[in-house]
């Protein structure tokens, strides 16, 4: 099991590929949805009766839906039987509009080698433009 992170944005992090996200639960609604952030953490609602865990499981297979992924790929890293909850997504298809997809890690420009001198030859210096 992970453990628990201090997120960076408001409600969710990426950790490489893996999506860490804070969700404040409301077991017990008229019906399952996925809402808005609220300060640090995305509310999302299920209609599942919240005893023994029973509404984390149902959230978390909501949640395989809605982000493309299989169950197992939801990690719970606490909060099973709590309305507070961290998730671990690994490898999500797709992404509801308000958690964006991370950025790609710049790469380094490419760096121009100089041509090998020959031995006893002496290497010209270029001139900076």
């Known amino acids: 099991m992970s ?11 990426w950790d490489e590929t893996t999506l860490i996200l804070n969700v404040l639960g409301t077991p017990a609604a008229k019906k399952t949805a996925v809402g808005q952030p609220l300060a640090h953490q995305l509310k999302i609602s299920v209609t599942a009766s919240p005893v023994n865990g029973a509404a984390t499981d149902f959230m978390v297979a909501y949640l395989s839906g809605v982000f493309g992924v299989r169950i197992k790929d939801i990690e719970v890293v606490f909060g099973r ?41 002496k290497r010209r210096r270029r001139r900076p433009q």
């Open 3 to 13: 453990q628990c992170r201090h997120l960076q944005h408001a409600f969710y992090e």
């Open 81 to 121: 039987t709590s309305i507070h909850k961290q998730l671990r997504i690994h490898n999500p298809q797709q992404l509801p509009a308000m958690i964006a997809w991370p950025s790609p890690a710049p790469t380094p420009a490419p760096q121009r080698l100089e041509p090998e001198a020959k031995p006893g030859q």
